[in-house]
């Protein structure tokens, strides 16, 4: 027999299929972040860095269960509960939260996959120098506490999503780009560069990384990854992940191509490396805007951030943050910039989500909006960073010894080198 | 005009979506298997790993077409049929078998990547010396004949799902993994250990992998393969697939975080190829169970099969069945550890389905069952492997010569090495 | 309260996933492509080759958007229309061209994952000698307009469409995989052989690839995409994408068979990168009928196809047509053969899109309109290209300096080395 509940039901199970599939695509980034990683690093710390990865999602994934997911989105939305969370722990309880229709499991594997996201972006910036227990303990706490606070404050329903006009960050340019951008920034200033990053007259000096094709081969994996991570954060089937994926495709394109000219006029050679960082950087731009923009806007998103993204990486050379992988450019700055981003270029008036940017005659209400996200976020995060690494610091240590760090962190860590060449 | 027919439709269509996509998934963990036991092996025998899983796939989907499918699904399931199947020979009929509402070729593709996947596992443990042309034909047998047949036992309707309280292995800890760890172990026992592989006194001596980036590359692409091997295995669209996901995810990071410390607390130091099989062993210890376990249950698989697939590779080192990647631990130990341990840890009553484990007070009567199981796929699968591997021996022989493995089976079986550093 | 539009409204929504997340597979196609040309040849040149295929897909994303859509489906099919659109430039206005239920932005995903496949193609047999310049123009092209051209003819709804007995190629063996094969054979041979390729006694000399792990790789990321590409080509949820995805499926697996038992035979050792090849010769040539013909029908293709492969390459190596991966002989000749093959092998009589084929009963007509298909795709494409690269040559060059050649294109067009030992 007919009813009602029958057409919705099968609905139901299209929105869950569908967000399941999309936490998988960024389950698949795991791969594409620690291939990234890989390649702009030596060989020597190879299996050091897969293995920060792997226990990125591993560790992540249990603490998020635990206590990450109470955090961002258990119990109530108001008073001290606009600011963290705490009910849901273990995932326990019928009333837990979850978005519209998809069962609270889905929703959980799709809010896990971009909790190990924003840990694993740290990761880069402080390769080939950081001790293995240092930073196990560093992305257990990005994982439970740090990334699932800023989540609350937004995307469970917190204080930020409650302004006037609120803040609008679709897939989480800041929320998790910028989230690990800045922990990425205080980590690697907290460490120092790695040795020899530096010349004895204070200049920088490039280590090249030991493989484009790992590089390369996890950027495209990312871009892949990002279709799950842009089209699923409608959190439904709709239409609208058609012209989600489309943003994604034409910021990511020009991102790229912006970077690579960049370079090419610089430096007189289109450099590879860079060129996947602006994919990166238009992707990360694009983010925060990608429901609200139309093509055009993303495509100056994108152009935009692939030639920040060369510069910010200059940047953090010159001020010696050493960043192996140019995490916190890509991350850091895109994700802030792709945000604010969204109170110029964006295209639609959604009462109580988002307003129309300053570029499309909608004032500066958004713009502003999106200023006080960004800055309540990154002082947040950078103020944790400091306490968490400082504390770290002063306990069990941030840095391997220089032999160490000499000699690869694959045998001292690891006790086996990340390639072998035995018969 | 709306009639019931148009809903049902619906929803049909997605089932067969849903289940593609999670065929592909499956299809997609060939690389991942690839990968992992390239990487945990030497470089002179790479194109050849290569090689062996491309054609498992390859060969074996041909067979699965042409006999497989109708020995696990074909025909009634009573008398001899209860064993072995015999209808739908070339996917071929109107009556063939398939699962609910999916078409018959969706379901066939969901299986065939299924059948690989068994086949495939064998690949790791005779590694480096096993004769290609031997390698093909095992794999072919299998694929055709020894997976179908314990596939007709539970999922085909056999005998093992008509015990009074049926068999249950949700999406093959037994079915896949075991029977391939099984067939992995006497190949390897067949084949004798790799040249150097004990010393003169016999004691094992490790032979590092050559390649830590692929082999945990392809570890991760196992993981989001596996979202499609768990998740799918519930052969339609149903919120369910959000629980199993959840419990596929906490299983394997549990297994990797155990592995991780069992051998830090071994040995003083992390080892990252181990962390990645502990991944694994998480996951096959939680595929009989995904759906019957909750959040708890699968740490606790996870985290034993974890301890476990370390104390199992030094067995078998110690008895000198040399499996270069842990093949017959991950996929044979565990395998049968998770299958039984849903005769603990299930939470779900289903009538003619599964009963609640000992843990949450359903009594032995499942346990009992998964014994029954674990047991009769064993013998069954050891018998076989016996008769196969010293038929194959016996005839075109198992083994390359000395020479051939000390200079690899790159260029004496294949012509080309796997690396070439030509100008 | 139930209307009719409720259900359409979620088979609506079932259809946009669906193809979206086809597009995403199709997309993933872009890192196998570059894994196979990578691993195919030589280091010193690898990370041209991972830049080229980023700027295939980035580049070409940017033009399809801008112009190659316009032109492929834009404007209506009549007079001048059926051979070149042209509206809906940067996917602008209502009336834009889509497919039955998709939105316009998913339909576009999938087409602009096709367009980048067809540019990508030609990338491999121009490896390793080719100015970079000239490569981003040349691929700017193509993207925007040759490929364009050949779809409006066909999908599009152009004059191929339009022929009594429409030309019919499912999923693109001639209008993607030929167009980018034909591009190639004209590109490679405008560029002449790479130095060293034959020696002074004419004859041809192995350049060997520096990976098998790349490129086999490589391969099995295209296996997974070309479901995509294939099932994702029914452009809505429908049941036959189950049987499309086994044809895929048989096709390939052949595919690789065949080719190996082929150098098998003519060599004494089964190659492992020409089963690679063999596999990808089987995907192409089954593309132009995964729908119309049944299981033995993909089976002959692909085991056609993985023969045809070999003799092929040899053939191009003989008129000393360098093509270091062999693309030409994988896309351009499978990709002709397998859109004949619709003519011989169709089981499907659909009015006004496909005829039964020969060899079931079905007369000569289809026969008739593939061959059509396929001359004057074939004739178009090689006037475009030579036009293409004629013009590329007399201008900003097509070839880099004998030195760059041998030093390798990494460091001279690039800055860096794709592989760095650097500690």
């Given at each position: 027999?007919?009813?009602?509940?029958?057409?919705?039901?099968?609905?139901?199970?299209?929105?869950?299929?569908?967000?399941?599939?999309?936490?998988?695509?960024?389950?698949?980034?795991?791969?594409?972040?620690?291939?990234?990683?890989?390649?702009?690093?030596?060989?020597?710390?190879?299996?050091n860095?897969?293995?920060?990865?792997?226990?990125?999602?591993?560790?992540?994934?249990?603490?998020?269960?635990?206590?990450?997911?109470?955090?961002?989105?258990?119990?109530?939305?108001?008073?001290?509960?606009?600011?963290?969370?705490?009910?849901?722990?273990?995932?326990?309880?019928?009333?837990?939260?979850?978005?519209?229709?998809?069962?609270?499991?889905?929703?959980?594997?799709f809010?896990?996959?971009?909790?190990?996201?924003?840990?694993t972006?740290?990761?880069?910036?402080?390769?080939?120098?950081?001790?293995?227990?240092?930073?196990?303990?560093?992305?257990?706490?990005?994982?439970?506490?740090?990334?699932p606070?800023?989540?609350?404050?937004?995307?469970?329903g917190?204080?930020?999503?409650?302004?006037?006009?609120?803040?609008?960050?679709?897939?989480?340019?800041?929320?998790?780009?910028?989230?690990?951008?800045?922990?990425?920034?205080?980590?690697a200033?907290?460490?120092?560069?790695?040795?020899?990053?530096?010349?004895a007259?204070?200049?920088?000096?490039?280590?090249p990384?030991?493989?484009?094709?790992?590089?390369i081969?996890?950027?495209?994996?990312?871009l892949?990854?990002?279709?799950?991570?842009?089209?699923?954060s409608?959190?439904?089937?709709?239409?609208?992940?058609?012209?989600?994926?489309?943003?994604?495709?034409?910021?990511?394109?020009?991102?790229?191509f912006a970077?690579?000219?960049?370079?090419?006029?610089?430096?007189?050679?289109?450099?590879?490396a860079?060129?996947?960082?602006?994919?990166?950087?238009?992707?990360?731009?694009?983010?925060?805007?990608?429901?609200?923009?139309?093509?055009?806007?993303?495509?100056v998103?994108?152009?935009?951030?692939?030639?920040?993204?060369?510069?910010?990486?200059?940047?953090?050379?010159?001020?010696?943050?050493?960043?192996?992988?140019?995490?916190?450019?890509?991350?850091?700055?895109?994700?802030?910039?792709?945000?604010?981003?969204?109170?110029?270029?964006?295209?639609?008036?959604?009462?109580?989500?988002?307003?129309?940017?300053?570029?499309?005659?909608?004032?500066?209400?958004?713009?502003?909006?999106?200023?006080?996200?960004v800055?309540?976020?990154?002082?947040?995060?950078?103020?944790?960073?400091?306490?968490?690494?400082?504390?770290?610091?002063?306990?069990?240590?941030?840095?391997?010894?220089?032999?160490e760090?000499?000699?690869?962190?694959?045998?001292?860590?690891?006790?086996?080198?990340?390639?072998?060449?035995?018969?």
């Amino acid at each position: 027999m007919l009813s009602e509940a029958t057409i919705e039901s099968v609905q139901v199970l299209l929105d869950n299929v569908w967000i399941l599939m999309a936490a998988v695509l960024v389950i698949m980034m795991q791969a594409g972040f620690a291939l990234v990683e890989a390649g702009l690093t030596r060989g020597k710390n190879v299996a050091n860095i897969f293995m920060k990865n792997l226990m990125d999602f591993c560790i992540g994934a249990l603490l998020f269960f635990a206590v990450g997911y109470a955090v961002a989105f258990g119990g109530d939305m108001t008073g001290l509960g606009s600011y963290i969370g705490g009910d849901g722990w273990f995932l326990a309880g019928d009333g837990i939260f979850t978005y519209g229709t998809l069962d609270k499991f889905v929703f959980f594997t799709f809010q896990v996959a971009f909790a190990a996201t924003a840990a694993t972006i740290v990761s880069g910036a402080m390769a080939e120098r950081t001790k293995f227990k240092s930073y196990i303990l560093y992305s257990a706490v990005i994982s439970a506490v740090i990334y699932p606070i800023v989540v609350r404050w937004q995307w469970g329903g917190g204080w930020l999503f409650q302004l006037d006009t609120p803040f609008h960050d679709f897939a989480g340019s800041t929320l998790v780009h910028m989230t690990g951008g800045i922990t990425a920034a205080v980590g690697a200033a907290f460490l120092g560069p790695r040795i020899g990053r530096y010349g004895a007259d204070g200049k920088p000096r490039a280590i090249p990384g030991h493989s484009i094709p790992l590089a390369i081969l996890g950027t495209f994996i990312l871009l892949v990854g990002w279709y799950g991570f842009n089209a699923g954060s409608w959190l439904a089937a709709g239409t609208e992940i058609g012209a989600i994926a489309v943003n994604t495709t034409l910021a990511g394109a020009a991102g790229a191509f912006a970077a690579m000219m960049t370079t090419w006029l610089r430096s007189g050679k289109p450099d590879v490396a860079m060129a996947g960082n602006g994919l990166l950087a238009g992707l990360v731009g694009v983010t925060a805007g990608a429901w609200v923009v139309n093509g055009l806007g993303a495509i100056v998103i994108g152009l935009a951030a692939g030639v920040i993204v060369v510069y910010a990486v200059s940047f953090f050379d010159k001020i010696k943050i050493d960043d192996p992988v140019g995490a916190v450019s890509v991350h850091g700055v895109c994700g802030a910039f792709g945000t604010l981003a969204v109170g110029l270029f964006s295209t639609i008036e959604s009462d109580g989500i988002v307003k129309k940017g300053l570029f499309y005659g909608g004032g500066t209400d958004q713009l502003v909006s999106q200023v006080i996200g960004v800055a309540a976020v990154a002082a947040f995060v950078f103020v944790a960073a400091v306490i968490l690494f400082a504390t770290l610091k002063a306990t069990v240590g941030l840095r391997v010894d220089p032999q160490e760090e000499i000699e690869g962190l694959d045998v001292h860590e690891h006790g086996f080198p990340g390639y072998s060449h035995a018969d």
